[in-house]
C-alpha cells in the first residue's frame, strides 16, 4: 500500500493519475496548501521541501518527495510506463525533465502572475506568458509527427498533461496549438485520468477546449 500526500493541483495530479494508470493500491491524503499544512512537522519528515506531492511505500520503506522522483520510482517499480533501457527511456526522462525544469516552474509563474496577481508586475506577466507561448509551441512541434511525446503513452505524457489542462488560466488558445489540443483531448478521455484528476477531491470538471464550430 502506497500513501500519497497531494492536492488538488497539477503537481499532485501527475502523481494520482499515474498511481490510477499503474493500478497500485493507495491512500490519499490530502495536504491543504491553501492552509498551509504543507508546514506541519509530520509532513517535513516526509517532504523536506514542505511541498506536495510525496509518496511513501510501505512494501518498500521508500518515502520520496519530488513528483518527477515519484514518477520514476512508480514506473520502474511496475515496469510500466517508462522503458527499462536505451534509447525509448532516455527520451522519456527527457521529456519529464523538460516539464520538471520548464513547464512547471514557467506556467506556475503564469498562474502568480497573470492569474491571481494580475497587473501587480507588468514585466513579470509578460515574460511568463511569452514562455508559455513558447513552451506551448515546443509540445506542438513534438506532437506533429506523434501520438505522444516519447512516441507511447508514457510518464512524460502524465506529467505534462495536468499543466496543460490549466489552459484557460496561462490564455492558452488550444486551436492556436493543434497538436496540443488532440494530444490533451486524447488523455483526458482516459478512464485512469479521469480518477486520478479528482484526487485527494473533486473541486470541478476536467477543462475542455470549446467544440470546434
Ligand atoms: N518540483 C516539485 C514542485 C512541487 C510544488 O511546487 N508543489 C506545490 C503545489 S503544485 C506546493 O506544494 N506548493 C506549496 C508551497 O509552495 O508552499 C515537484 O514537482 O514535486
Redesign the pocket.
Known amino acids: 500500500m502506497i500513501d500519497l500526500y497531494t ?1 488538488t ?4 495530479r501527475k502523481a494520482s493519475i499515474l498511481l490510477e494508470e499503474l493500478g497500485l493500491p493507495y491512500t490519499a491524503h490530502a495536504i491543504d ?1 491553501t492552509k498551509d499544512e ?1 508546514f506541519q512537522p509530520g509532513f517535513l519528515a516526509i517532504s523536506p521541501n ?4 510525496a509518496i511513501v511505500d510501505h512494501e518498500t520503506g521508500i518515502s520520496l ?4 522522483a515519484i514518477m520514476l520510482y512508480l514506473a520502474d517499480k511496475t515496469g510500466q510506463l517508462l522503458p527499462r533501457e536505451g534509447e525509448p527511456r532516455y527520451r522519456v526522462i527527457e521529456w519529464l525533465m523538460w516539464q ?1 525544469g520548464g513547464v ?1 516552474p514557467m506556467l506556475g509563474q503564469v498562474h502568480h502572475f497573470a492569474r491571481f496577481n494580475k497587473g501587480a508586475a507588468p514585466y513579470a506577466e509578460e515574460r511568463f506568458l511569452k514562455e508559455a507561448q513558447r513552451l506551448y509551441g515546443v509540445l506542438d512541434r513534438r506532437l506533429a509527427d506523434r501520438e505522444f511525446v516519447a512516441d507511447t503513452y508514457s510518464i512524460a505524457d502524465i506529467a505534462i498533461w495536468p499543466w496543460i489542462s490549466r489552459f484557460e488560466w496561462q490564455t492558452i488558445d488550444l486551436d492556436d496549438f493543434p497538436n496540443v489540443r488532440r494530444w490533451y483531448e486524447v488523455i483526458a478521455h482516459r478512464p485512469a485520468v479521469q480518477r486520478g484528476y479528482h484526487v485527494p477531491k473533486k473541486v470541478g470538471d476536467i477543462p475542455m477546449p470549446e467544440p470546434r464550430t
Do not use: D, F, R, V
Request: charged share 10%.
Open positions: 492536492w493541483t497539477p503537481n499532485g496548501i504543507q514542505n511541498k506536495i506531492p518527495m519530488e513528483s518527477g520538471m512547471g
